[in-house]
Antibody, heavy 127, light 115 residues
Framework: QVQLQESGPGLVKPSQTLSLTCTVS??????????WSWIRQPAGKGLEWIGR???????DYNASLKSRVTISVDMSRNQFSLRLSSVTAADTAVYYC???????????????????WGRGTTVTVSS | QAVLTQPASLSASPGASARLTCTLR?????????IFWYQQKPGSPPQYLLR?????????GSGVPSRFSGSKDASANAAILLIYGVQSGDEADYYC?????????FGSGTKVTVL
């Protein structure tokens, strides 16, 4: 049973870079056909997808955050990471890492869906 | 206009059925999308419930009761999450999600209250 655990600073100053790591246990990032995603949720609000990475290093990002986001993978440590630059108070949220599982549609090919989530970590942007 | 629109709240009595809607923006045809549904209880991460594209292409997540099912209303350009026999443990926020323009798009969520 794969499990994910987010870690990183809970407090980041405005204009600085938010850095989080997701450690995967019970499975290997380097094997299998999975994407690994980051999602966030401001307190009392809805969910926002940030981006994802495949074990090949291929990434997709939310267009609204793309200029500030970098997602990377460290297969030797079975981790993937999020960096969000130039943060403001609007970036204060619970940040989740998640696994995407593949499905197959014989008409359109492979698709993915988020099936396992980490517990989340709260990041506050404040001076 | 938001890509996915969900009513903010819905109330249901124990044992009744609850019908949650997720309306797609008018320029996006619900028929071509696979809809994913998630349940989120306070203080917990979302949990995957099910995916629905058609009556022949849909699946509940592991351990998800058959009381939860998906459908579509093509005339309303909407995806539907049906909860049969609502229980107090179903009180939660429910989110619909699609993969659109190379990104996941989440609906704003519906808070289900069991009265």
């Amino acid at each position: 049973q794969v499990q994910l655990q987010e870690s990183g600073p809970g407090l980041v100053k405005p204009s600085q870079t938010l850095s989080l790591t997701c450690t995967v246990s019970g499975g290997s990032i380097s094997t299998g056909s999975h994407y690994w995603s980051w999602i966030r949720q401001p307190a009392g609000k809805g969910l926002e997808w940030i981006g994802r990475i495949y074990n090949s290093g291929s990434t997709d990002y939310n267009a609204s955050l793309k200029s500030r986001v970098t997602i990377s993978v460290d297969m030797s440590r079975n981790q993937f990471s999020l960096r969000l630059s130039s943060v403001t108070a609007a970036d204060t949220a619970v940040y989740y890492c998640a696994r995407e599982y593949p499905g197959y549609d014989f008409l359109t090919g492979y698709y993915f869906y988020i099936d396992v989530w980490g517990r989340g970590t709260t990041v506050t942007v404040s001076s | 206009q938001a890509v996915l629109t969900q009513p903010a709240s819905l109330s249901a009595s124990p044992g009744a059925s609850a019908r949650l809607t997720c309306t797609l923006r008018s320029d996006i045809n619900v028929g071509t999308y696979r809809i994913f549904w998630y349940q989120q209880k306070p203080g917990s991460p979302p949990q995957y419930l099910l995916r629905y594209k058609s009556d022949s292409d849909n699946q509940r997540g592991s351990g998800v009761p058959s009381r939860f099912s998906g459908s579509k209303d093509a005339s309303a350009n909407a995806a539907i999450l049906l909860i049969y026999g609502v229980q107090s443990g179903d009180e939660a926020d429910y989110y619909c999600v699609i993969w659109h323009n190379s990104a996941y798009v989440f609906g704003s969520g519906t808070k289900v209250t069991v009265l």
